[in-house]
């Protein structure tokens, strides 16, 4: 090995052993307890016109229903998911919302309590932009460990190596993959040469067997996206990313002698997708990548009907389905993953709800999250809490504690799910002040500050409650309707995740608290000391 690559493998390896402890609204056109499926059954002579079957979603289906009900006695099916981007639960904390790694799992116990012999591949993208996660850097390495470990219970056959996993840091996620991925999961990228020492971590193509179906199984990953990432164990340890031109006639003609059907997944923009499934005919199904959350419910049908399309959309709300049958081309499933899979899901609900949820309170990500200095408002200002506004206005206090904005963290306390007040990407719109110096730390350090307070919105308040008749600081709290919404100052939390049905000109009224007080009494102008520092 050379010697530059001796600082990425030990990193690889400290981080090995530090590991070993280690939200979706639904589209309108879908129903609670539905099943949102489309099958399309390539049709020879139609180009690129791939006929839509029967929509599955117009049937209503409980949690009782038979799985795939429209297929007749398919032989073997491909799960196929992908792109999750973080998502390991219902992305949001509204009702309704899709997707999950336990819904998931729930549907793989049932096609299996069902008999359907199967396989499952994942497209990759576990994570996304972890640098800009909710939660922190630091809970996103967390959760694509976990990530790993709920695959290696579904036991997946392969998940395609991406750019946006590589983005917990290049060394970081070699060292989550060596130690996260267990068989049969294989990391498969047939463009990628790995650093010496790692040549049998990422491999060209698997082999999948399904009942009597053997499928060939390969992917590729983007070089520019590749490329892009600023990192200083990539040199070493992903020294050589060619073009997928340069290797997948090779792979293709390997997997055609020894398969069934030949699978691909692409790692790259759906555009590139779409043109290596044209340019490599022998390819049955390709996999790419979507630019929305929720995917088109037809594949694609390219190479006079030959090769399908699909993309599973993005959050993790949806996976495909593709039916293999005896004497008929292979059709596809689109599996939205709503509550109709809310079952026990036991195995991959321990490591989410448990291991997850645990491992976020033992390592503090709350109380260790980065912080750093309000910006705006009254220079050197701090967070005081709503009590320490109540006592100049006390109407206006009265009505922020009737709304359920005063008992966001006490829904965090009460929340069926273990140990949420742990979790960084709750806590920031369930508190006041989170990821600001003077702001939310933990319950105990920083009690006055639980709930959605006044300071969220208007700012931090130590000055003007010092001195209530200077009006620079009194300005400086001071939000309008325009400004609110200019500056999307609810959306913050009030995003498509948790509040898919927002809209600030309905809401906002329902918050407007002015002229609520008067402030005849002399004491209101002279000033108080914060309830808490």
Same mark, same amino acid.
């Given at each position: 090995?050379?010697?530059?690559?001796?600082?990425?493998?030990?990193?690889?390896?400290?981080?090995?052993?530090?590991?070993?402890?280690?939200?979706?609204?639904?589209?309108?056109?879908?129903?609670?307890?539905?099943?949102?499926?489309?099958?399309?059954?390539?049709?020879?002579?139609?180009?690129?016109?791939?006929?839509?079957?029967?929509?599955?979603?117009?049937?209503?289906?409980?949690?009782?229903?038979?799985?795939?009900?429209?297929?007749?006695?398919?032989? $073997?099916?491909?799960?196929?998911?992908?792109?999750?981007?973080?998502?390991?639960?219902?992305?949001?904390?509204?009702?309704?919302?899709?997707?999950?790694?336990?819904?998931?799992? +729930?549907?793989?116990?049932?096609?299996?309590?069902?008999?359907?012999?199967?396989?499952?591949? +994942?497209?990759?993208?576990?994570?996304?932009?972890? =640098?800009?996660?909710?939660?922190?850097?630091?809970?996103?390495?967390?959760?694509?460990?976990?990530?790993?470990?709920?695959?290696?219970?579904?036991?997946?056959?392969?998940?395609?190596?991406?750019?946006?996993?590589?983005?917990?840091?290049?060394?970081?996620?070699?060292?989550?993959?060596?130690?996260?991925?267990?068989?049969?999961? %294989?990391?498969?990228?047939?463009?990628?040469?790995?650093? /010496?020492?790692?040549?049998?971590?990422?491999?060209? !193509?698997?082999?999948?067997?399904?009942?009597?179906?053997?499928?060939?199984?390969?992917?590729?990953?983007?070089?520019?996206?590749?490329?892009?990432?600023?990192?200083?164990?990539?040199?070493? @340890?992903?020294?050589?990313?060619?073009?997928?031109?340069?290797?997948?006639?090779?792979?293709?003609?390997?997997?055609?002698?020894?398969?069934?059907?030949?699978?691909?997944?692409?790692?790259?923009?759906?555009?590139?997708?779409?043109?290596?499934?044209?340019?490599?005919?022998?390819?049955? *199904?390709?996999?790419?990548?979507?630019?929305?959350? +929720?995917?088109?419910?037809?594949?694609?049908?390219?190479?006079?009907?030959?090769?399908?399309?699909?993309?599973?959309?993005?959050?993790?709300?949806?996976?495909?389905?593709?039916?293999?049958?005896? &004497?008929?081309?292979?059709?596809?499933?689109?599996?939205?993953?709503?509550?109709?899979?809310?079952?026990?899901?036991?195995?991959?609900?321990? *490591?989410?709800?448990?291991?997850?949820?645990?491992?976020?309170?033992?390592?503090?990500?709350?109380?260790?999250?980065?912080?750093?200095?309000?910006?705006?408002?009254?220079?050197?200002? %701090?967070?005081?809490? $709503?009590?320490?506004?109540?006592?100049?206005?006390?109407?206006?206090? @009265?009505?922020?504690?009737?709304?359920? !904005?005063?008992?966001?963290?006490?829904?965090?306390?009460?929340?069926? %799910?273990?140990?949420?007040?742990? +979790?960084?990407?709750?806590?920031?719109?369930?508190?006041?002040?989170?990821?600001?110096?003077?702001?939310?730390?933990?319950?105990? /350090?920083?009690?006055? @500050?639980?709930?959605?307070?006044?300071?969220?919105?208007?700012?931090?308040?130590?000055?003007?409650? =010092?001195?209530?008749?200077? @009006? /620079?600081?009194?300005?400086?709290?001071?939000?309008?309707?325009?400004?609110?919404?200019?500056?999307?100052?609810?959306?913050?939390?009030?995003?498509?995740?948790?509040?898919?049905?927002?809209?600030?000109?309905?809401?906002?009224?329902?918050?407007?608290?002015? &002229?609520?007080?008067?402030?005849?009494?002399?004491?209101?102008?002279?000033?108080?000391?914060?309830?808490?520092?």
């Amino acid at each position: 090995m050379r010697g530059t690559s001796l600082r990425s493998t030990a990193a690889v390896a400290t981080a090995v052993a530090l590991l070993a402890y280690v939200g979706c609204s639904r589209p309108a056109s879908e129903k609670p307890g539905e099943a949102s499926t489309t099958s399309v059954a390539p049709a020879a002579g139609k180009g690129d016109a791939g006929a839509p079957g029967p929509d599955a979603s117009a049937k209503p289906s409980g949690k009782s229903s038979k799985l795939f009900a429209q297929w007749t006695n398919p032989k $073997a099916i491909l799960v196929v998911s992908g792109e999750m981007d973080g998502y390991l639960e219902p992305c949001g904390c509204s009702q309704g919302q899709m997707g999950g790694l336990i819904r998931r799992y +729930d549907l793989i116990q049932r096609m299996e309590a069902q008999g359907l012999p199967h396989a499952l591949i +994942d497209l990759g993208s576990l994570m996304k932009d972890p =640098a800009g996660a909710r939660g922190g850097f630091e809970q996103a390495k967390i959760k694509f460990g976990i990530a790993l470990k709920a695959l290696g219970a579904f036991k997946y056959d392969a998940l395609a190596l991406s750019a946006d996993d590589l983005k917990v840091g290049v060394g970081e996620a070699f060292a989550q993959f060596l130690n996260g991925l267990s068989e049969p999961t %294989k990391l498969v990228a047939a463009n990628v040469v790995p650093g /010496a020492g790692f040549e049998t971590m990422i491999v060209p !193509h698997v082999f999948a067997q399904a009942g009597p179906v053997k499928l060939g199984i390969t992917a590729v990953v983007d070089p520019e996206a590749i490329a892009k990432l600023v990192d200083p164990d990539k040199a070493d @340890l992903l020294p050589t990313v060619k073009r997928p031109d340069e290797v997948l006639a090779t792979v293709l003609g390997e997997l055609e002698a020894a398969s069934d059907y030949q699978v691909l997944m692409v790692q790259a923009p759906p555009a590139e997708a779409r043109r290596l499934a044209t340019a490599y005919p022998g390819f049955d *199904i390709v996999v790419a990548t979507s630019e929305v959350a +929720d995917p088109e419910q037809d594949a694609q049908m390219l190479n006079n009907g030959k090769t399908m399309l699909v993309n599973v959309g993005r959050r993790g709300k949806y996976v495909g389905a593709v039916g293999f049958f005896d &004497g008929s081309a292979p059709k596809y499933l689109r599996q939205a993953l709503t509550e109709r899979f809310d079952g026990p899901g036991t195995e991959v609900k321990k *490591i989410i709800e448990d291991e997850y949820r645990g491992l976020l309170k033992a390592v503090g990500t709350v109380e260790n999250f980065p912080l750093h200095d309000y910006v705006g408002g009254a220079p050197g200002a %701090k967070f005081v809490g $709503a009590e320490s506004c109540k006592t100049c206005h006390p109407n206006t206090f @009265l009505k922020w504690s009737t709304t359920k !904005h005063s008992q966001a963290y006490a829904s965090l306390e009460h929340d069926p %799910k273990p140990n949420v007040i742990y +979790d960084a990407e709750c806590i920031s719109c369930h508190t006041t002040g989170f990821e600001y110096n003077s702001g939310w730390k933990s319950a105990e /350090a920083t009690p006055n @500050l639980k709930g959605n307070q006044c300071e969220n919105c208007h700012g931090p308040a130590s000055k003007h409650i =010092a001195a209530p008749d200077d @009006l /620079a600081f009194r300005n400086a709290l001071k939000v309008t309707a325009e400004q609110a919404d200019r500056n999307r100052l609810c959306v913050r939390c009030h995003d498509e995740d948790n509040s898919p049905k927002f809209d600030f000109a309905t809401y906002w009224p329902q918050v407007i608290h002015k &002229g609520l007080d008067t402030y005849t009494d002399p004491k209101v102008h002279q000033g108080v000391a914060a309830q808490a520092d």
